[in-house]
């Protein structure tokens, strides 16, 4: 089952810009989690936050959550090249074990 | 160093022929998980496991077998892999049985299926 859906697909933005990405997902969650993948790599964690918590910051990232509207937002403030990776939300549905994955955004920034 | 391990990193083998995939970590971690990730379809669980002898299916278990005889490894094995298990896949633990945590992934296997 698909719970969490990233949009765009694909985003292209020049260095120094901001990079928002969006995640929806279908049930109710404990807690909602970014991930970062660089071509062919393993996941990298990047924040949680936790269905109680509305935003959340850590250096120049910040997610918001909005359980109303199952709704989650990634911001990247003044991208670098480095960033340059795919970024993928996880949520846990509520009832079960299952920790699900959305397909991912495709970030590449310019130099 | 803290992390998650897994071998072989690269593997082709043919149609019918059993192989392992292994999975290690070192962060004394109660939930481990299998993934698999193809173009379009992002990652997709496997099995997971949230303590020794207890696992369970994700959302693509068909075709896979796992066991979690000890808390650090759990293998991935693929009695008879056909074509369409060609994929890349990755090992993730996780602190707590819930899996609900941070995970912490492995650096991936690719496996092409001849």
């Known amino acids: 089952s698909q719970q969490g859906e990233e949009d765009p697909q694909a985003l292209s933005i020049q260095e120094g810009e901001n990079a928002t990405m969006n995640c929806s997902y279908k049930t109710s969650i404990n807690n909602l989690q970014w991930y970062r993948q660089n071509s062919g790599r393993g996941l990298v964690h990047l924040i949680l936050i936790r269905s109680n918590e509305r935003e959340k910051h850590s250096g120049r990232l910040r997610v918001t959550l909005d359980t109303s509207k199952k709704s989650s937002s990634l911001l990247i403030t003044a991208s670098r090249a480095a960033d340059t990776a795919s970024y993928f939300c996880a949520t846990d549905e509520d009832y079960g074990q299952n920790f699900v994955f959305g397909p991912g955004t495709r970030l590449s920034v310019l130099p | 160093e803290a992390q998650v391990t897994q071998n072989p990193r690269y593997l082709i083998t043919v149609t019918g022929k059993k192989l392992t995939v292994t999975c290690s970590q070192n962060?004394?971690?109660?939930?481990m998980s299998w993934y698999r990730q193809d173009p379009g379809l992002g990652l997709r669980q496997i099995y997971y496991?949230?303590?020794?002898?207890?696992?369970d299916k994700g959302d693509v278990p068909e075709g896979y077998k796992v066991s979690r005889k000890e808390k650090r490894n759990f293998p991935l094995i693929l009695e008879s892999p056909s074509p369409n298990q060609t994929s890349l896949y990755f090992c993730?633990?996780?602190?707590?049985?819930?899996?609900?945590?941070?995970?912490?992934f492995g650096p991936g296997t690719r496996l092409l299926v001849l």
């Open positions: 962060m004394n971690h109660e939930y």
């Open positions: 993730a633990s996780s602190y707590g049985t819930s899996g609900k945590e941070t995970q912490y």
């Open positions: 496991s949230m303590n020794v002898e207890v696992t």
